[in-house]
């Protein structure tokens, strides 16, 4: 039976894991797509705003190249929300012109109240709890380098933010376990988030047998040899399997969560990893626009 589009991505376990698989699935075939030069039009028609109510550039720059590269019309609107203007009526602006809604703003409860009140489809291109586009463009890049995302072992050497956040969402509803290796005083708590294939442990050799690894900024207001310990190296790297995928997060801060060493190993693929962002969106936003067919 045809699998229908349910609309907003606002936390990654809001889509099945059926639909994770063909979207990643999808981001590969996209991903030969536009290396060979010929994208589908899947957007064609689509109106599709882009608003960046917070810092950062890569995944909303690769939106609006997706946009763009498939037919649609993307738009940067300069909205904020949780200013002057409610965020119930810039909803019922927005869905005056747009069919999709992308946007990068600080809170999460924001980005839900908009999506409560706007009749356009709502994508998360990041919060400061969680972003769940960055956690599904990783998983394509790996899934086209695996296989198969099944069994994996994730080892999120970071601390109780955003990027690791989005990995424990996807661990509640996919076949993958996500361990965060960092200090206790930063280990995720949320009872919402804490579930079986998820755990914490300060033990570095978890990495060892580790099929991803992957690192964060560390907390402001610490003094670095806090968490000196979790600064991820060469030597660290030549320990785990052969095969591991080293993927860290940018913005890195070389010298603090990646040694400047590590940043050159052959395991570290950031820079391959995060091509699959663009890929990745893509096929998410063929599925909301419900021109990916699902049967599940």
Known sequence: MAVEASGDFLEFHDLAPEIVQAILDRASELANAWYDGRMPQSLSGKHIALIVDDSGWRNTTAFDLGIQAMGGLSVHAPVSLGGRESIADLAGYLDNWFDMIVIRTKQLASLQELAENAEAPVINARTRSNHPCETLGDLAYIRSRRG???GLKIAGVAPDANI???WVEASVSLPIEVVQVFSQRWHIREPALVNRNFRVSEDMRELEDADVILTDSWPGGAEESVFADYRIS????????????????????RGQEVAMDAMAHPACQSRSAKAFLLHAQNALMEWIAGRLDITA
Do not use: G, K, N, Y
């Open 234 to 253: 060469a030597a660290i790297l030549d320990d785990c399997r052969a095969d591991a995928i080293f993927i860290p997060c940018p913005p890195v801060m």
């Open 164 to 166: 690791l956040r989005s």
């Open 148 to 150: 198969s995302i099944e």
